[in-house]
T-cell receptor, first 115, second 114 residues
C-alpha cells in the first residue's frame, strides 16, 4: 500500500535560515508525490508535485523538494524562511489506480518560523 | 486557477440535527470529489470518494448512513452529517479532481455540534 511518513511533528526555524520539512515514502511502482500547505482553519494549498523528470522540483512561494529514490525521501526545502511560511505542511502520495487515485497524506508537520 | 467553493465555512448545530455541506467546482467539471475529516493539528483522513452519478465509496470505518454523500452533477457534491453528535465535531474538507487529473481543495467547514 502507498504511504508517506513525516517524522517531525514540528520544525522551528529562525527567519532567514534555510528550512527542511522531511517526508519519506513507501510505494508500489513509481511514486506520485505532493506537498501541500494548510493555514489555520483553511483548506489545503498545492505547493509542488513530483511525477517524473528532474529530482529537484520547484514549486510555489519559493519552495522546492528533492526526490531521492535511494533514500525514498521527498523533503521540502526553502533557502530562506519567512515568518509567513509558518503553517501546517502535508506530504502526500497518490494512491494506486485501483484505489481511485486518492491522495494519502502524511501526519503533517507544523512549521514555526520566528523573527 | 481552478476554484473549489465549500459552504458553509463554519456551522454550529444542536445534537440530533442534520447538517449539509456543499462542495462546488466553480470553473471546471469534477468527475470525482473526495471528502476528508481533520482533527486539530492532525492529518486529513479520507472519508469517502464521490463519483458523479454513482454511489460514493466509503473508507473503512466510516458510516455511510451517518455521512450521506450525493454527487448529483459534475460541479456539486454534498456531505450530510445526519443526527449529528458532539463527536462529529471536526473540520471537513472536500477536494475535486478535474478532468486533467489535478486536485483542488475547498477551504473547509468547521462543524461544532453542541
Amino acid at each position: 500500500a502507498q504511504s508517506v511518513a513525516q517524522p517531525e511533528d514540528q520544525v522551528n526555524v529562525a527567519e532567514g535560515n534555510p528550512l527542511t520539512v522531511k517526508c519519506t515514502y513507501s510505494v508500489s511502482g513509481n511514486p506520485y508525490l505532493f506537498w501541500y500547505v494548510q493555514y489555520p482553519n483553511r483548506g489545503l494549498q498545492f505547493l509542488l508535485k513530483y511525477i517524473t523528470g528532474d529530482n529537484l522540483v520547484k514549486g510555489s512561494y519559493g519552495f522546492e523538494a528533492e526526490f531521492n529514490k535511494s533514500q525514498t525521501s521527498f523533503h521540502l526545502k526553502k533557502p530562506s524562511a519567512l515568518v509567513s511560511d509558518s503553517a501546517l505542511y502535508f506530504c502526500a502520495v497518490r494512491g494506486l489506480y485501483n484505489q481511485g487515485g486518492k491522495l494519502i497524506f502524511g501526519q503533517g508537520t507544523e512549521l514555526s518560523v520566528k523573527p | 486557477g481552478a476554484v473549489v467553493s465549500q459552504h458553509p465555512s463554519r456551522v454550529i448545530c444542536k445534537s440530533g440535527t442534520s447538517v449539509k455541506i456543499e462542495c462546488r467546482s466553480l470553473d471546471f467539471q469534477a468527475t470525482t470529489m473526495f471528502w476528508y475529516r481533520q482533527f486539530p493539528k492532525q492529518s486529513l483522513m479520507l472519508m469517502a470518494t464521490s463519483n458523479e452519478g454513482s454511489k460514493a465509496t466509503y473508507e473503512q470505518g466510516v458510516e455511510k448512513d451517518k455521512f450521506l454523500i450525493n454527487h448529483a452533477s459534475l460541479t456539486l457534491s454534498t456531505l450530510t452529517v445526519t443526527s449529528a453528535h458532539p463527536e462529529d465535531s471536526s473540520f471537513y474538507i472536500c477536494s475535486a479532481r478535474a478532468l486533467d487529473e489535478k486536485l483542488f481543495f475547498g477551504s473547509g467547514t468547521q462543524l461544532s455540534v453542541l
